[in-house]
C-alpha cells in the first residue's frame, strides 16, 4: 500500500520561502509521477508541480513558474517542493501524490496534505 507524507508546511511572511518535503513509501516509484497539489477554501484542487521520473520532466501551473521548484530522490521515494517569493495567494493546504502515468490523478495516491499560510 502506498503512503505518501507530507511535511514543512507552516506560517510565512510574503516573499519568504518554505520547502516541502513528501515521502513515500510501500513500494518502488520508478515509472511514476509525483506532484504537488493544492486547495485552498472555497477553491478547486490546484496542480502545482509535477515530476515524472521516468525521464525528469517537470511540470508547473503559470501562477508558480519561476518561484516554485520540484525536486526529488526517485531511489528514496521522496519528493521536495522548493516554494519562493511566496504570496498570501499561495495560501492552501498542499497535498504530494503519485500515480503512473497511464492512469492519471484521479486514481492516484495522496498524502494527507500539509498547510501552508502566507501572511501579507
Known amino acids: 500500500q502506498v503512503q505518501l507524507d507530507e511535511s514543512g508546511g507552516g506560517l510565512v511572511q510574503a516573499g519568504g520561502s518554505l520547502r516541502l518535503s513528501c515521502a513515500a513509501s510501500?513500494?518502488?516509484?520508478?515509472?511514476?509521477?509525483m506532484g504537488w497539489f493544492r486547495q485552498a477554501p472555497g477553491k478547486e484542487r490546484e496542480n502545482v508541480a509535477v515530476i515524472c521520473w521516468s525521464d525528469g520532466s517537470t511540470l508547473y501551473a503559470d501562477s508558480v513558474k519561476g518561484r516554485f521548484t520540484i525536486s526529488g530522490d526517485n531511489a528514496k521515494g521522496t519528493v521536495y517542493l522548493q516554494m519562493s517569493s511566496l504570496k498570501p495567494e499561495d495560501t492552501a493546504v498542499y497535498y504530494c501524490a503519485a500515480t503512473l502515468p497511464k492512469t492519471g490523478w484521479d486514481r492516484a495516491s495522496w498524502g494527507q496534505g500539509t498547510q501552508v499560510t502566507v501572511s501579507s
Open positions: 510501500g513500494r518502488t516509484f520508478s515509472g511514476y509521477c
